[in-house]
């Protein structure tokens, strides 16, 4: 997914890089972006597991969601959006400008 916003930006990141932006900053953004949707992936699959364990504590048995779990998920989330954000970040910054100006 984060392979075709890159080609889909090559645009925008070439426009950036003609304007001044450095490879860092390109990087970081994509780095930023790739863990936010991640780290909201996984916030979305935690509220889901405490409404399934309400469900679960109201009619089955008793249940209650554990807080040290809870955090490692959001940090398993936050690793893989890292991991799978970094090669198109650093591919999206040893772009050229001007062959990136040029792609349409």
Request: aromatic share 4%.
């Amino acid at each position: 997914m984060l392979l075709i916003s890159l080609a889909e930006r090559t645009y925008e990141i070439g426009l950036r890089k003609a304007l001044g932006a450095t490879r860092k900053s390109i990087a970081m953004q994509f780095l930023f972006e790739s863990s936010a949707i991640c780290l909201l992936g996984g916030a979305i699959g935690i509220a889901i597991a405490a409404i399934i364990t309400a469900v679960i504590n109201a009619m089955l048995m008793p249940a209650k969601p554990s807080i040290p779990i809870v955090l490692i998920a959001l940090f398993v989330s936050i690793v893989v959006g890292v991991a799978a954000g970094m090669a198109p970040a650093l591919r999206g910054a040893k772009l050229d400008p001007v062959d990136a100006l040029r792609y349409e």
